[in-house]
Antibody, heavy 121, light 107 residues
Framework: QVQLVQSGAEVKKPGASVKVSCKASGYTFTAYDINWVRQAPGQGPEWMGWINPNSGNAHYALKFKGRVTMTRDTSISTAYMELSNLRSDDTAVYYC??????????????WGRGTLVTVSS | DIQMTQSPTSLSAFVGDRVTITCRASQNINAYLNWYQEKPGKAPTLVIYGASSLQSGVPSRFSGSGSGTDFTLTISSLQPEDSATYYCQQSSGTPLTFGGGTKVEVK
């Protein structure tokens, strides 16, 4: 079964970091880029960046540069997104999403179920 | 950044109605426009890519059109299971951006 399984919900204090995992199955993990998208309550989705699971090269949206790190472990077909120096407005559902093509298409045919990250003192 | 503006923000229609959602880009994105459906408690799913290509497994009552800056998603005969929020997304360049969503209610 083709799926992305994400780690569970997190509650963090302002200034802390969070690391979300995304385990792929049912397809060749290294053949498709993984992007990360977040959605704050009542808002549209927001793109954070992407990682090439084959090379490990990652590219981040300017808004998140310096705070976000995307990595992967090919031995377990898992991608990770770590966001540091959390603020209350980072409260959102974080999704890992699979690019639809083996060359970047920049649209996504498979989404994880999402990981709720709540930032609260 | 390319801004994506959807309208309306919500709509309510009867089963069998034809429904149209619009999405406008702040600059020319050619046909690099995609549509997603999001149901409560579930991850979004791809409905239309490349402005008008139907994703595999999506019912043929869904269609997309447009190019440049103006796009539409049409549901030709609304069904109860189409109740969801729909988002457009441009894939013309990074940062990728999404519209604010259109909530569709089936009466």
């Amino acid at each position: 079964q083709v799926q992305l399984v994400q780690s569970g919900a997190e509650v963090k204090k302002p200034g802390a970091s969070v690391k979300v995992s995304c385990k792929a199955s049912g397809y060749t993990f290294t053949a498709y880029d993984i992007n990360w998208v977040r959605q704050a309550p009542g808002q549209g989705p927001e793109w954070m960046g992407w990682i090439n699971p084959n090379s490990g090269n990652a590219h981040y949206a300017l808004k998140f540069k310096g705070r976000v790190t995307m990595t992967r472990d090919t031995s377990i077909s898992t991608a990770y997104m770590e966001l540091s120096n959390l603020r209350s407005d980072d409260t959102a559902v974080y999704y890992c999403v699979k690019d639809a093509g083996t060359r970047p298409t920049w649209y996504f045919d498979l989404w994880g179920r999402g990981t709720l990250v709540t930032v609260s003192s | 950044d390319i801004q994506m503006t959807q309208s309306p923000t919500s709509l309510s229609a009867f089963v069998g109605d034809r429904v149209t959602i619009t999405c406008r880009a702040s600059q020319n994105i050619n046909a690099y426009l995609n549509w997603y459906q999001e149901k409560p408690g579930k991850a979004p799913t791809l409905v239309i890519y490349g402005a008008s290509s139907l994703q595999s497994g999506v019912p043929s009552r869904f269609s997309g059109s447009g190019s440049g800056t103006d796009f539409t998603l049409t549901i030709s005969s609304l069904q109860p299971e189409d109740s969801a929020t729909y988002y457009c997304q441009q894939s013309s360049g990074t940062p990728l951006t999404f519209g604010g969503g259109t909530k569709v209610e089936v009466k």
